[in-house]
C-alpha cells in the first residue's frame, strides 16, 4: 500500500456527506456515514461516470448517469448497467485528519 495522504477534516464532510478528492492522481470518492469514512474510485466502471455526483442512500452510492449502484465500503456493484466493482480504499482517521490510502492492488 501506498502513503497515506490527507484529504480533508472529518468536520468538513457532514455526516452522512459525501465529496472527491484527487489522490496520487486518482480521484476517490470519500463518504461520512453513520460516523465512519468509506473511500471508493469516483469512477462509475459502466461509463466512467463520477460517483461522487450521484445520490447517496445509506451505504449505496447511484452513479447520476445511468442509475448504477454501488457499495460504498466495498465498492461492489449492486446492480446494472454496472457489472464489475470499483475499488475500494484504506481510510484512516486520526482526530479530525482524514487520511486515505490507495489500495495498490486496484
Known amino acids: 500500500m501506498g502513503e497515506a ?3 480533508c477534516k472529518r468536520s468538513d ?3 452522512p ?3 472527491a478528492f484527487e489522490v496520487n492522481g486518482r480521484f476517490i470518492a470519500v463518504f461520512h456515514v453513520s460516523g465512519t469514512f468509506w473511500a471508493i474510485d469516483d469512477v462509475c466502471t459502466h461509463d466512467g461516470g463520477p460517483l461522487a455526483d450521484g445520490d447517496l442512500r445509506g451505504h449505496t ?3 447520476p ?9 466495498t465498492g461492489h456493484a449492486k446492480t446494472m448497467p454496472a457489472v ?7 481510510v484512516i482517521v486520526r ?3 482524514v487520511f486515505i490510502r490507495i489500495r495498490e492492488d486496484s
Open 84 to 90: 464489475k466493482s470499483t475499488p475500494a480504499h484504506e
Open 65 to 73: 448517469r445511468h442509475g448504477a449502484q454501488f457499495d460504498i465500503r
Open 13 to 15: 464532510l457532514p455526516d
Open 95 to 97: 482526530g479530525d485528519d
Open 5 to 7: 495522504v490527507f484529504v
Open 17 to 19: 456527506g459525501k465529496a
Open 61 to 63: 452510492i447511484i452513479c
